[in-house]
């Protein structure tokens, strides 16, 4: 069995020790480094999560602002519908407005069209009444002009009725009738004797 000396023993266990020493060291520092990793991986995992996190706030925001842009087209939108609608009541009491006025001006041209036909009618009736009386009495007329014209003619026609006998005739038959004038006697008398008789001669 070799002899150990104190100083080598002594060595031997400072080797050891620092054998120890160096895998305890090994050990913490492979845990730190391991620690340090997770750190690292935690920290970049809350990097990703507040990423994330504003990311998911960007899009919340955005979100937002189309909810508000889409509101406010919703807004405008109503306000252009209540707009139009009042436009269309607006339209609807003018048509209204138009044709109530229309119907009276028509209710307003068939009394004046009826009161006219009427008026017309009336004239038609006072008119025909006029010309049918008128007939009547040109009727009466030429009835008694004939009537006077033969007799006139009968008396003048007879030899032995003189000029003036003629002339005295004509007057009395001129007194009485009506039909009768004193130019158409004056005309025949001078017709038949060939003198000239003035209508004045005859009243």
């Known amino acids: 069995m070799p002899s150990?000396?104190?100083?080598?023993?002594?060595s031997h266990s400072t080797l050891k020790l620092n054998v120890v020493n160096t895998q305890q060291q090994q050990q913490t520092a492979e845990e730190s480094r391991l620690v340090a990793e997770e750190s690292r991986q935690s920290a970049e995992d809350l990097r990703q999560i507040a990423e994330e996190s504003r990311q998911s706030a960007e899009e919340s925001r955005q979100s937002e602002?189309?909810?508000?842009?889409?509101s406010e087209q919703v807004r405008q939108a109503t306000e252009q519908a209540r707009e139009y609608a009042e436009i269309a009541r607006q339209a609807t009491e003018q048509t209204r407005e138009h044709a109530e006025i229309a119907r009276q001006y028509a209710e307003i041209a068939r009394q004046e069209r009826?009161?006219?036909?009427?008026?017309?009618?009336?004239?038609?009736?006072?008119?025909e009444q006029m010309l049918q009386k008128q007939n009547q009495e040109i009727e009466e007329l030429k009835q008694e002009l004939?009537?006077?014209?033969?007799?006139?003619?009968?008396?003048?026609?007879?030899?032995?009725?003189?000029?003036?006998?003629?002339?005295?005739?004509?007057?009395?038959?001129?007194?009485?009738?009506?039909?009768?004038?004193?130019?158409?006697?004056?005309?025949?008398?001078?017709?038949?004797?060939?003198?000239?008789?003035?209508?004045?001669?005859?009243?």
């Open 65 to 70: 602002e189309k909810y508000r842009q889409y």
């Open 146 to 203: 004939e009537i006077t014209n033969r007799e006139l003619t009968t008396a003048l026609m007879a030899p032995i009725v003189s000029f003036e006998e003629a002339k005295a005739l004509a007057s009395r038959i001129l007194k009485s009738e009506k039909s009768a004038t004193a130019e158409s006697l004056a005309d025949q008398l001078t017709a038949i004797y060939g003198l000239k008789v003035n209508p004045e001669e005859l009243k």
């Open 4 to 10: 150990h000396t104190p100083d080598a023993q002594n």
């Open 114 to 127: 009826e009161e006219q036909q009427e008026i017309l009618k009336e004239m038609r009736s006072s008119v």
